[in-house]
């Protein structure tokens, strides 16, 4: 006896059957949102004719930097560093291998929620000597609401594109099948995946240069960002009259 139940049958076999089509859509979504964080990377460096005075050189430029970050206080979410690397330079002529001086670098991360204090601090560090300044780059939380709100109206039209197939075919939807973020089932970025584009600021390095005299703080544009959401979707349909 057969089962006019679409539900059942859906179930049986990986495919539609005349009692259970199938259908499969794919639901996006791609929203705007104002930037909640802004990174900059920092490079400080120092010189000296021996290893040890480009190390103290560098150990005393870096805790100035550190210094001046924290000084923005809440403004500031994350500060980290990096790479650091002390590295001899060789005399390029002469006999024998000789060093002429060595050269040091530290590189540092912060992160920032207060853009208005972002445009003060990256003047004040583009400001000191031997210091480059790189980005920023903007981006959203990981758990920003704006994530979830994509992941929602990708479903949301997923939804409305498979009714209204079923509505062409003058019938409704029966259940949902599958559902999956695009890339969760081989390879792929990740659902909800933030895309942004970096704005760099040209390297900056001054020499002799003091805080009092520091030009005012750089008006920053943050960057709006693009969110995008997808998944598919697939559901059985009540059996049509053709």
């Given at each position: 006896m057969a089962n006019d139940d679409p539900n059942t049958d859906a179930t049986a076999v990986p495919y539609g059957t005349p009692q259970a089509p199938r259908i499969a859509v794919r639901g996006e979504a791609h929203l705007e949102a104002e930037p909640e964080l802004a990174r900059i990377g920092i490079t400080v460096s120092a010189r000296g004719t021996d290893r040890r005075t480009a190390l103290a050189s560098l150990t005393q430029r870096n805790a100035g930097v550190l210094d001046l970050v924290k000084t923005y206080g809440e403004a500031v979410e994350r500060l980290e560093t990096g790479a650091f690397s002390i590295t001899p330079e060789f005399t390029k002529h002469g006999r024998g291998e000789r060093i002429r001086t060595y050269h040091g670098s530290v590189h540092i991360t912060a992160e920032l929620t207060d853009f208005t204090a972002l445009g003060e601090l990256t003047t004040h560090l583009a400001d000191l000597d031997l210091?480059?300044?790189?980005?920023?780059?903007?981006?959203?939380?990981?758990?920003?609401?704006?994530?979830?709100?994509?992941?929602?109206?990708?479903?949301?039209?997923?939804?409305?594109?498979?009714?209204?197939?079923?509505?062409?075919?003058?019938?409704?939807?029966?259940?949902?099948?599958?559902?999956?973020?695009?890339?969760?089932?081989?390879?792929?970025?990740?659902?909800?995946?933030?895309?942004?584009?970096?704005?760099?600021?040209?390297?900056?390095?001054?020499?002799?240069?003091?805080?009092?005299?520091?030009?005012?703080?750089?008006?920053?544009?943050?960057?709006?960002?693009?969110?995008?959401?997808?998944?598919?979707?697939?559901?059985?349909l009540h059996p049509p009259t053709l």
């Open positions: 210091t480059r300044v790189d980005g920023p780059w903007w981006s959203l939380r990981p758990t920003s609401p704006v994530h979830a709100t994509a992941r929602r109206q990708a479903v949301h039209e997923a939804v409305q594109r498979a009714r209204e197939y079923a509505d062409a075919l003058g019938t409704t939807l029966a259940a949902l099948v599958e559902l999956a973020d695009i890339g969760a089932e081989g390879p792929g970025g990740p659902f909800g995946h933030t895309m942004t584009r970096s704005a760099v600021m040209p390297t900056s390095a001054a020499y002799g240069a003091g805080l009092d005299d520091t030009p005012a703080g750089l008006d920053l544009e943050p960057e709006r960002q693009h969110v995008h959401a997808a998944v598919n979707a697939r559901f059985t």
